[in-house]
């Protein structure tokens, strides 16, 4: 990769003292993968460079070993069966894609303090890496021409490749703020004024790394098949008809050039061989592809081998110039004096450079604009003199024409700091207008791009990679989530884009740009919502901790609701201890989503109320809370509110199955933590004993009354004309009978005994049944005089007419007030029952209130 303008790669040992990294490179850029064996980044301290250190450069661009790389690769490679068996599936690289979600998740939670967020970005470029190296095998397999995921997985991870150049040279330029600012060069070096210039201002070194970032992503796309041979003569077929013209196989169909220098075609209007045209036109694409690319001294070897040694040569003159037997200070000023401290002789260095560089870059001008030239040679020549009209015409995608406008804003910038700062005692030949009237700012390049002639490359500007990557450009980070935040929200967007964008702004947010916090909770929650889809419990624990306190409880108590299995929501408390969540906030808040959820409403008319699958599902989210002892309380609040609701809509039957959820000993660890307990505590405790009197009333009663619905049947009579052996059998049913409704009798008086007990412990509840509770007005005003019922029909169906009519006292008097909680027809209806049972008692010789008459 070359700084078009600027510097030769045999002239730059060092852009900076403070890294060894190089401005460019004649046959290996920034991100080029090596040939040698790859290195992996171990660096602590962030490098001021134009670009990367070797070492990081090596671990970013090649594909590392990783577990599944390798694996999933052996397994291709060795089981033809399983290989086979992928390929046949509809799209058979989904499962390396979708690996991607755990592997992201895996680079983010082997996170260290040891381990920066730049190796963090590395890392995930590796898995996109190592994804795309599946995918592009299998695809190798089937008749596909285009993969999409092929094509949205180079651009994440070439935009992880942004970020990480991009930051690494931000975060290092933060971390010298405090150091003294660069000087402003005044000299003879074009060289050293360059340098400086990269050192002292951010925004054309950046813009050096983007020329650098997109010519490693050219490289990586670049069909590296040999298109020539090994060494021949330029325009071998011309020269050959014209050395042998009656010996040749194939003439030319035309008439041809009788002259071989380079500029024979244009001044005698004559072509070349056939063969040599078309040869022609591929050599200029391939030289200029090799430009493209980063790799100059490829294009010039390419040239040489090829018999074109001139064309290797125009692209010499563009390196800066630079006397290293010239010794200055770095900081001079223009009207100081030229004077330099001369060398020893013996230690005299070559010159480096063109002196006369100005000259040729006038010329090379001319040369692009030259209608009668290839457009690819043109556009080669016009790289290294910042003539982006010539460029752009050859540049189809958006990448490529980033790169022309980025190469001629270098360039531009640069000459105007050479001919500011640089002396030359001849003075430098005038540029043509045009050259200058190329000035753009960044902004500007985007915006040319967004409005290009060229409708692939419009299209192409609107694809949200692209405008990702230009935000990251701009440096407008805000910019950015807040346009992430907008994408997020839609539900066009795929689940796979999500996961990129979320790491996206986890990193930003890592490094202190997270500013519009907003914007980064809702991608990261927009994220978790699709990982709560697809079921990955692990990783939404993970990534609801990275979220504000607040919305972690609510968003994983959303994901947690429909889990039934017992070892699954263990799994899942465990992985919410892991990442830092609040378990106890989480398993309650659980429990009230649950219970929140909307009541299925029976059908008009249908008496039963039956249990519903959501009566289910809150009656089983009682069980989050019972994991934890110290939650014993909150089981209580919130059972108490379930039993609370179901006895309202008249489910008693649901409300037993919630109450039998409580542990047995939860009242006495409650007291047990605390040796006062408030009265907001002992008013909990409260209702959980109104609800266990009521319930276990509820069910003594549904016990006598089955027992008194099972009363023996009496065996049926006999006929007159019964035979003896009949009679004795039906004796002994009738004698069978009477122990049998006997023994009914026994029973029946004992569950009635039991159901008064339990219908009273609810009407004489100490201070009121449920009383003090929050709403309670209603469900006193259904539960007492349903009981009360109930307790009358016990007692008067077992005969004990006596405790039926005190029954009246209880209700009357002013201690426990229960008159207050009935209507005047229910109490019309209960004075019935009352008076019945005083008839009762008075037709068995005894007076309304059950006392014996006396004569």
């Known amino acids: 990769m070359d700084l078009s303008v600027t510097l030769a790669p045999h002239e730059i040992e060092y852009l ?138 180079e651009k994440e991870r070439d935009t992880w490749r942004l970020l990480y150049i991009l930051f690494q040279d931000r975060l290092a330029v933060q971390s010298m703020m405090d150091e003294d600012a660069q000087i402003q060069y005044f000299g003879k070096s074009e060289k050293t004024c360059v340098e400086n210039l990269f050192k002292r201002e951010n925004l054309i070194r950046e813009c050096q790394l983007v020329i650098d970032w997109l010519e490693a992503e050219a490289c990586e796309k670049d069909d590296s098949v040999l298109h020539f041979s090994d060494s021949t003569v330029g325009w071998e077929n011309t020269l050959h008809q014209l050395q042998s013209a009656e010996t040749i196989a194939f003439g030319s169909s035309r008439p041809i050039v009788d002259k071989l220098d380079p500029d024979a075609p244009h001044y005698q209007k004559k072509p070349l061989h056939d063969i040599d045209m078309d040869d022609e036109k591929r050599l200029n694409y391939r030289i200029f592809q090799e430009i493209r690319c980063g790799k100059l001294g490829e294009a010039q070897k390419l040239a040489r081998q090829c018999g074109h040694s001139w064309r290797a040569a125009i692209f010499e003159g563009w390196h800066l110039f630079h006397d290293p037997n010239i010794k200055e200070d770095i900081a001079r000023s223009p009207d100081m004096d030229n004077s330099y401290q001369e060398m020893d002789s013996n230690e005299l260095k070559d010159i480096e450079g063109n002196s006369n560089r100005d000259l040729w870059k006038v010329m090379a001008l001319r040369y692009s604009i030259q209608e009668w030239i290839s457009p690819y040679e043109r556009a080669a020549v016009g790289v290294f003199c910042g003539n982006v009209n010539a460029i752009l015409p050859v540049c189809n995608r958006w990448e490529d024409n980033l790169w022309a406008y980025m190469k001629s804003l270098v360039d531009i910038r640069v000459e105007s700091e050479i001919r500011d700062c640089c002396t030359k005692d001849s003075g430098y030949l005038p540029l043509p207008e045009e050259y200058w009237l190329q000035r753009m700012s960044l902004h500007e390049v985007f915006t040319k791009l967004e409005s290009s002639k060229n409708k692939a490359v419009r299209d192409e500007a609107k694809e949200h990679e692209h405008l990702i990557q230009k935000y990251i450009i701009l440096d407008e980070i805000q910019a950015l989530l807040k346009e992430l ?371």
């Open 16 to 153: 900076m003292t403070e890294s060894p990294a190089r401005v460019s490179s004649p046959s290996r850029g920034l991100l080029l993968r090596p040939m040698e064996k790859p290195l992996k980044i171990r660096a602590n301290k962030l490098n001021l460079s134009v670009t990367l250190a070797p070492s990081e450069m090596d671990y970013l661009m090649t594909d590392s070993p990783s577990f599944y790389n390798q694996t999933m690769s052996d397994i291709m490679n060795s089981d033809k069966t399983l290989a086979g068996g992928i390929i046949q599936q509809e799209n058979p690289w989904k499962t390396a894609v979708d690996s991607l979600y755990v592997e992201y998740f895996e680079v983010l939670q082997g996170q260290t303090e040891s381990r920066d967020a730049l190796e963090m970005l590395s890392e995930l470029a590796r898995c996109c890496s190592d994804a795309l190296k599946i995918v592009r095998s299998l695809k190798s397999k089937v008749a596909i021409k285009t993969v999409d995921e092929e094509l949205w997985l």
């Open 485 to 855: 935040a907008d994408w997020s929200q839609s539900a066009d967007i795929s689940t796979h884009f999500l996961r990129f964008t979320a790491h996206v702004v986890l990193f930003l947010d890592q490094i202190g740009q997270g500013h519009k916090r907003d914007c980064v909770e809702t991608v990261v929650k927009s994220y978790i919502k699709r990982l709560m889809d697809m079921n990955e419990t692990q990783l939404v624990a993970y990534y609801v901790s990275k979220l504000n306190t607040s919305n972690q409880v609510h968003l994983y108590a959303q994901h947690l609701e429909n889990i039934i299995e017992l070892q699954e929501r263990q799994l899942a408390l465990e992985y919410a201890e892991q990442c830092g969540l609040d378990v106890l906030a989480i398993a309650k808040q659980i429990v009230v989503n649950t219970r929140s959820k909307p009541e299925h409403v029976d059908e008009a008319g249908n008496l039963q109320k039956k249990i519903t699958e959501t009566d289910e599902l809150v009656i089983s989210a009682i069980d989050w809370l019972v994991f934890f002892e110290n939650q014993r309380l909150d089981v209580l609040i919130q059972t108490n509110a379930i039993i609370f609701k179901f006895l309202l809509l008249g489910k008693l039957d649901a409300a037993q199955l919630a109450f039998n959820k409580i542990p047995s000993d939860a009242i006495r660890q409650v007291t047990a933590e605390v040796e006062d307990t408030s009265e907001e505590t002992n008013q909990i405790i409260k209702e959980h004993l109104s609800y266990k009197v009521y319930l276990e009333a509820y069910e003594a009663f549904n016990e006598w009354f089955k027992q008194m619905k099972n009363q023996p049947e009496a065996p049926e009579d006999l006929p007159e004309n019964t035979q003896f052996s009949q009679k004795v059998a039906y004796e002994h049913r009738l004698s069978q009978h009477k122990v049998e409704v006997e023994r009914w009798k026994l029973t029946n008086k004992h569950l009635a005994i039991t159901a008064n007990k339990q219908l009273y412990n609810v009407l004489l509840f100490p201070d009121g049944w449920l009383n003090g509770a929050k709403d309670c007005y209603h469900l006193r005003k259904t539960v007492l005089p349903e009981v009360t019922f109930l307790l009358c029909s016990v007692l008067s169906e077992s005969e004990m007419y006596e405790e039926c009519v005190q029954l009246a006292d209880i209700i009357a008097s002013e201690k426990h007030c229960l008159y207050k909680e009935f209507t005047e027809e229910q109490l019309s209806d209960l004075l019935t029952k009352i008076a019945e049972a005083a008839v009762a008692l008075t037709e068995a010789s005894k007076d309304p209130w059950g006392n014996e008459i006396t004569a």
